[in-house]
């Protein structure tokens, strides 16, 4: 069973669970007695507290009370099944011999075509390669790294705690339209097609144009992935440089 993490300890987990063979979300907590109706499973130092499917990433954004766009009047990366289509799974079909399987909220495998929502595509059948939508945040997994590209309005909420470790994005996110947000993931996701591994390296952004938050200070991360490539590239993403 593995889990991966957006929050830290005491938040959000959301997970593939090979047992049931979907994706799960629960809740990472010092005390499961608090949770008696869950399903604990630990999981190293954690327990994880499977909570029951109808509990949506959304429910969970909507009891923290995250602020919304005035531009946009929602998440600003709430995308729909054809923007994801058009967008992304497209264009990494087109381009690669990726295996494509896309999740629903409820981590039941799901057609792109379909109306049902969907919060995760994964890119490999290990699911070394993935991406999860949360309409406030979206991350692309690779092996054990995460990089997390989260909406403005929502950093304010976010701690030291919460991206330690993990790789976020500091460009403006309000300022794209979803064509050009799905299309740089994409992009970053291509980076990624052949690794062998990924190693991640971080220092302080010394670069104002930053915005600094209340929890957490911005930082330049390079990522350097090892894969059987003869030519090496590189990407930047403001604060993102890939060499793959």
Same mark, same amino acid.
């Given at each position: ?38 399903? +604990?499973? &630990? ?19 909507? &009891?923290? %009370? ?24 497209? +264009? ?22 379909? $109306?049902?929502? !969907? $919060? ?32 403005? %309005? ?7 705690? %919460? ?10 996110? &309000? ?12 992009? !970053?996701?291509?980076?990624?097609? %052949?690794? /062998? ?7 302080? /952004? ?5 915005? &600094? ?6 930082? +330049?991360?390079? !990522? ?16 993102? +440089?890939?060499?793959?």
């Amino acid at each position: 069973m593995i889990y991966r993490s957006t929050r830290a300890s005491g938040a959000a987990l959301y997970g593939f669970d090979k047992a049931v063979g979907r994706f799960v979300t629960g809740f990472a907590v010092e005390k499961p007695n608090d949770f008696c109706q869950m399903n +604990i499973i &630990r999981i190293d130092n954690f327990c994880l507290c499977q909570m029951p499917n109808e509990i949506s990433s959304e429910s969970i954004c909507e &009891r923290n %009370d995250i602020s919304m766009s005035e531009k946009y009047n929602e998440y600003c990366m709430k995308f729909s099944n054809q923007e994801l289509k058009n967008y992304m799974y497209d +264009i990494i079909e087109k381009n690669t011999n990726l295996y494509l399987k896309c999740l629903s909220v409820n981590g039941e495998e799901t057609d792109i075509k379909l $109306e049902v929502r !969907i $919060e995760t595509i994964s890119f490999d059948e290990n699911e070394s390669l993935s991406i999860m939508f949360f309409g406030y945040q979206t991350s692309i997994f690779v092996y054990d790294l995460e990089i997390m590209f989260i909406d403005e %309005d929502s950093k304010g909420t976010y701690t030291s705690s %919460d991206v330690y470790n993990n790789v976020v994005y500091e460009g403006c996110l &309000r300022e794209m339209s979803h064509e050009q947000m799905l299309k740089m993931f994409s992009e !970053i996701i291509l980076c990624f097609v %052949d690794a /062998a591994d990924v190693s991640m390296t971080q220092q302080e /952004a010394a670069d104002s144009r930053y915005k &600094r938050y209340n929890y957490y200070e911005p930082h +330049i991360f390079t !990522i350097n992935v090892q894969n059987n490539h003869a030519q090496k590239k590189v990407n930047t993403y403001e604060n993102i +440089i890939i060499t793959h």
